[in-house]
């Protein structure tokens, strides 16, 4: 232990300066001086009583490096330093004329009274002291002694991840004493200091608030004990132009391309392929958020909420592309019920931009059909498919060529009745088709609204 005591002494004299009295260039103190004030203050030494009766007044400065937030385990990692600064009278030799020339000492820190100071929301629990070998104790003639350790402090941060990645998180590091109440240690200058410009990571430190007002009562037997605590509240956001680009864009191309399966022709097949590619690239996206994100009953984020609600439309739509397939495919006996049909036909009809579906059933379009419409819808029309219209109208050509007049008239007559049920009877399916184009116009009006309902209520 000699041994010990003396090596330290070593080192202190080598970092003790002196100022002389006329205030010339710094001169190296005696050793002997130096080994003379260290016996003399180690005869006062006791690291397990504070110094004075009354409370001690304990200034912090609390210097960040490095911040961190793990926001899947809702915890916050500061890499720091914390400079605290109280009085003890018992290390004070500036009364003592001998020893006037020393300005300062370090001190082994393990040797003398230091401050309980922990910090308590700390995932290590109680075990979460602020000790550092390498930490000196710096002490003037005056008594007043600076001790500044370094830690890795890590801590739990209740986080709100509802408006993720944009929200700005609050996490709180809860220093104070386990021990030493009120009337023992007391907090008077409490200050924070970051050593880095704001940003650190992709997280930005928007101000560090300090809260020393609180005290935490703690009941002891019958009584109760009040302990004051220093809060140290860290607002931060995240950068959010990565997660831009990487989340909300692909978002964007979801609601497009959602919205265009409804604008391809109703018998195209890939209206399907692109409802199952739509779904397979939302899945991918709630497979990659519930990767990075915990898992909390009462705070879901926003976007995944945005990115449940797309898969639903998105399934939903899928089916009425399969709905709308089957009606436009497939062969129909009799058409559309006439109110349905007007309906289709008129001003809804035109305002969903059904003009192309509208003129090709009634007649617009140019060749022997045009202007027949009038009287098409009042009688049911039978089916007549293509092959058998383009030989019953060879055979009336014929016969009309060979007959007489008397014949060629009725050939004639017979032949425009032929035409007419063919103008008439212009494959009903193609009525199928205009209600399958309807269903298509119809379902993206209400998911566009939807989207934008999606998109105001998740704040996208």
Partial sequence: MDSLWTYCAFLAALAVLVRGEEGSAAS?????????LLNHLAEKRDPLVRPDLNATNLDVTLGVKHLTLDERYSTISVNAWIKMEW????????????????????????????????????????????QDSSAQLLV????????????????????DLRRWPFEQHACTLQFGSWTLDRDELTYDKVKVHLEFPGQTGEYVVDRVIIDQDLMVEQSIDSGSQEYDQVDFIFLVHREPGTYR??????????IILCLSTFWLPPRAGEKVVLGGVNAMLICFFLIYFAHSLPILTDQTPFIVMFYS??????????????????????????????????????????ALLLTGYIEQIMGMDVGPCRGRAGSRRQEEVPVVMHEELTETLTFGQRQGDAAGPQEQGESGRASRATGEIACRSVNPNMDWLLLGAAIDRVLFVVYSLLFVCLAIAFHL
């Fill in 28 to 36: 190296q103190v005696s050793h002997d001086l130096v080994m003379k």
């Fill in 87 to 130: 009085r003890d009278t018992r290390l004070a030799w500036a009364d003592t004329e001998e020893f006037k020339p020393i300005m300062m000492m370090h001190l082994e820190s393990g040797w003398y009274w230091k401050p309980d100071f922990t910090l308590k929301n700390s995932l290590a629990g109680k075990a979460a002291t602020l």
């Fill in 140 to 159: 003037y003639p005056d008594g007043r002694v600076t001790w500044t350790p370094s830690a890795m402090l890590e801590s739990f941060c209740d986080l």
């Fill in 245 to 254: 680009a990487i989340i909300f864009t692909p978002a964007a191309v979801v």
């Fill in 309 to 350: 609600a797309s898969l639903y439309l998105v399934s939903v739509s899928l089916v009425a592309s399969v709905l709308v397939l089957n009606i436009s495919r497939q062969p129909h006996a009799a058409k559309l019920p006439w109110a349905l049909m007007s309906v289709l036909t008129g001003p809804c009809g035109r």
